[in-house]
């Protein structure tokens, strides 16, 4: 059981969408899930560029694990806008345990496939990867 979680492919398409969230900037967030039985991440939700942190939160589960990327923009205390991308590792007490054993061991081998990350988060509730969080670790 313990590597049958390591042998979770990434679907071409994660790879894809995250180069276009990094590099043209056409997504605010993604949404990451496993699907089990294929064996494979899949992108599960794609959030617009207009769309804001309250529609990112909104769209990872409540009792389930997810893996997601936010590109959060920000402005220093030089007034120089800036952009970071966020890997979040959502993980809520609620999720079953088999699941959130799937998730933390398959996390890093999925976070490496995508080059580019600058911050990971591990989140188990919402008040993990508040706003005030994102802020403090931006800069």
Not at 26 to 41: D, G, L, N, Y
Not at 61 to 80: I, K, L, Q, S
Not at 109 to 114: A, D, G, P, S, T
Not at 116 to 129: K, V, Y
Request: hydrophobic share 35%.
């Amino acid at each position: 059981m313990a590597n049958s979680a390591s042998g979770m492919a990434v679907h071409d398409d994660c790879k894809l969408k995250f180069m276009e969230l990094k590099t043209k900037r056409t997504h605010r967030f993604i949404v990451f899930k496993i699907e089990e039985k294929q064996k494979q991440v899949l992108v599960e939700k794609l959030g617009e560029p207009v769309q804001t942190y309250e529609d990112f939160t909104a769209n990872l589960p409540a009792d389930e694990c997810r893996y997601a990327v936010y590109d959060f923009d920000f402005v220093t205390d030089e007034n120089v806008p800036k952009s970071r991308i966020f890997f979040i590792a959502w993980s809520p007490d609620t999720a079953k345990v088999r699941s959130k054993m799937i998730y933390a061991s398959s996390k890093d081998r999925f976070k490496r496939e995508l080059d580019g990350i600058q911050i990971e988060l591990q989140a188990t509730d919402p008040t993990e990867m508040g706003l005030d969080v994102f802020k403090s670790r931006a800069n």
